[in-house]
């Protein structure tokens, strides 16, 4: 009998328990050309133990009950069943990134790259944030070394919201500053940095006008470019360590700390050539 899995998919945030592989179920739930269709996903392979959930959801005040009907979803996989959906939606929010096992990068067409874990590059143990925090006393906080030169970069959150943001902060600073920040606090976030012209996503003027008012004050943190739906509209080649030439991938964090998921060293002609 085939092994269950319980994979979390984004930035929809559906929890999914399934009998299929990660592949197979990148295959499964493809929308099918990506000519014809917007549909591309991140799949995250979590933790399980003994058939369950192998790991204790967050808390979500008691709106629902996210580890038994996770549960009853791996059970009726057991049984048989190919899919069977545990978490309909907020499932970023409530699964802590400690129970990811395996990430992937699916394309329309259902073709999945895994991804190869770099493991942490940061810990976050002080957590008092001001909004009038320069970058430079962030990362004094954050106790990361203070970068030489500051530039701005364009980062896109995929979860636990869409957007397209222009920053004077690293990826480390960029996330602290995301997951402490008074009155705009992130539970947890995933995002890539990417180095694409992003003129098409939002009006040319505006575009300019942000990433110009990062490098006139550079002590400026964020500027949000684009609300909403931005990943399948930049392609991949366009994220930053797509090469491995320099560090980048896929950020993963929570408020105790940062990772990467590194593209891997060889990837395929196939998965390049599809949608």
Not at 78 to 83: A, C
Not at 129 to 148: F, L
Not at 228 to 243: C, E, K, L
Request: glycine share 8%; proline share 4%; hydrophobic share 40%.
């Amino acid at each position: 009998m085939a092994q269950s899995r319980l994979i979390l998919s984004l930035p929809h945030g559906i929890l999914t328990a399934t009998s299929l592989t990660a592949e197979g179920f990148a295959k499964h739930r493809s929308p099918g050309s990506g000519k014809y269709f917007h549909g591309r996903t991140v799949l995250v392979d979590l933790a399980l133990q003994g058939g369950k959930a192998g790991f204790q959801f967050l808390d979500e005040g008691g709106w629902r009950d996210a580890t038994a009907d996770t549960n009853a979803a791996l059970a009726a996989t057991e049984e048989g069943k190919k899919t069977k959906t545990a978490l309909s939606n907020n499932g970023f929010s409530c699964t802590p990134v400690s129970a990811y096992q395996d990430v992937y990068l699916v394309k329309t067409g259902g073709a999945a790259l895994k991804m190869e874990a770099a493991g942490s590059i940061a810990t976050f143990t002080n957590h008092a944030c001001t909004d009038e925090m320069t970058p430079a006393q962030i990362a004094k906080t954050i106790g990361q070394p203070e970068p030489s030169h500051r530039k701005p970069r364009l980062y896109m959150t995929l979860a636990p919201v869409e957007m397209l943001v222009y920053s004077n902060l690293t990826p480390s600073e960029y996330a602290w500053y995301a997951m402490h920040r008074p009155g705009k606090v992130f539970r947890q976030v995933m995002f890539a940095e990417v180095r694409v012209d992003a003129r098409h996503l939002v009006a040319e003027a505006i575009f300019h006008a942000d990433r110009a008012e990062l490098v006139q004050d550079a002590n400026k943190k964020t500027k949000t470019v684009l609300l909403g739906d931005s990943f399948n509209h930049i392609q991949f080649p366009a994220w930053v360590g797509y090469d491995r030439e320099v560090t980048g991938g896929l950020y993963v964090g929570d408020r105790t700390g940062l990772s990467l998921w590194h593209f891997p060293s060889s990837i395929s002609r196939s998965w390049e050539r599809e949608y």
